[in-house]
C-alpha cells in the first residue's frame, strides 16, 4: 500500500524520490509512536480497572471481617458467624486471637 503510492508518486516526480522515503519514515514512525501511545492508554486503563476491582475486593473482605469482630465481642459463635459473613473458620478463629 505505502509502497504502490511510493512507486505511484515516483513516476511523476522522480527526482523527489529522496523527499518520498523520508516522508514514508516520518509516516512509519509516527505510527509506531501512535502504536506506543495506544498501547501505553490501554495498559494504563486496565490497570486502574484492575486496581478499582482489586479495592472493592479488598473492602468488602474488610467488611466481612469487622462484622465478625463485632458478632465474636456480642458472644455469637464461631459457625454462626460463618454462615452470616462467609468467612472460613480459620479466618474468623484468627479474629478471635486478635481480640484477646
Excluded: F, H, Y
Amino acid at each position: 500500500d505505502e509502497e504502490i503510492l511510493i512507486e505511484c508518486i515516483e513516476k511523476i516526480l522522480p527526482e523527489r524520490r529522496e523527499d518520498l522515503m523520508t516522508l514514508a519514515e516520518k509516516w512509519r514512525r509516527e505510527g509506531i509512536e501512535e502504536g506506543i501511545r495506544k498501547g501505553i492508554e490501554q495498559g494504563i486503563a486496565k490497570g486502574i480497572e484492575q486496581g478499582i476491582a482489586k479495592g472493592i475486593e479488598q473492602g468488602i473482605e474488610k467488611g466481612k471481617e469487622e462484622a465478625a469482630l463485632n458478632a465474636l465481642q456480642k458472644g455469637l459463635d464461631i459457625e454462626t458467624i460463618v454462615e452470616i459473613t462467609g468467612l472460613s473458620v480459620e479466618r474468623i478463629e484468627e479474629l478471635k486471637k486478635k481480640l484477646n
